[in-house]
């Protein structure tokens, strides 16, 4: 993995970045908290209007998705740009945005709520993906979260960097699958849910 550390000295705001398996993506990496508690993902500008940050990524049109963690941002282009062209435009915009103390969101940012709280088979499929899987690929800039599990199947949605990444399918069959069949014998299959399914 490539990383490469811009140093810009107002108000000590130090951004690295980092290379994805995403060739298409980069993680920024701030140097400070992004998300108190859980993520967002804009996969395309038209649901970028919660977020000034995520809006103004959007205004480079070579941008084609946003996503916050915990403490990095991971940007998604399109595959004709050229990194080397747009990451100074991302780094400024992110910068700018650190330095002027601008909300991340307007108004509260509120996470979907649990609809499967009783079931015992879905609280372990989430409690591995939490505590195993989501900590992996966020290290290369990105998000797995439960959606449902339905009939021995659990679908997943990929976010940041792992959407459209084409190794995720990869990870997703090879490592997820195998994981929880492991531990969940109810589990059968793992799919992903592409980012424009509800």
């Not at 690295?16 to 980069?26: C, D, F, G, K, W």
């Not at 940007?75 to 100074?88: C, F």
């Not at 960097?161 to 069949?181: D, F, Q, R």
Request: hydrophobic share 40%.
């Amino acid at each position: 993995m490539v990383c490469t550390v811009l140093r810009v000295k107002v108000n000590s705001v130090f951004i690295q970045t980092e290379e994805t398996p995403n060739p298409n993506a980069l993680k920024f990496i701030p140097g400070r908290v992004v998300m108190e508690q859980g993520t967002a993902d804009f996969p395309n500008k038209d649901t970028a209007a919660k977020s000034p940050l995520a809006q103004r990524m959007f205004e480079l049109p070579e941008v084609t998705g946003v996503f916050f963690g915990a403490d990095f941002i991971s940007v998604t282009k399109m595959e004709a740009a050229d990194w080397s062209i747009l990451k100074p435009s991302i780094l400024g915009t992110i910068m700018e945005h650190f330095v002027s103390n601008h909300p991340l969101f307007f108004g509260e940012n509120t996470e979907a709520t649990t609809a499967y709280e009783g079931d015992p088979v879905v609280a372990e499929i989430k409690e591995i993906i939490d505590t195993r899987v989501r900590p992996a690929v966020a290290m290369d800039g990105g998000d797995i979260t439960f959606e449902k599990f339905e009939d021995g199947v659990v679908y997943l949605r990929l976010q940041g960097a792992c959407s459209g990444c084409p190794s995720s399918s990869v990870t997703l069959k090879s490592g997820i699958e195998n994981m929880l069949k492991h531990y969940v014998p109810e589990v059968t299959e793992v799919r992903a849910i592409d980012t424009e399914e509800v």
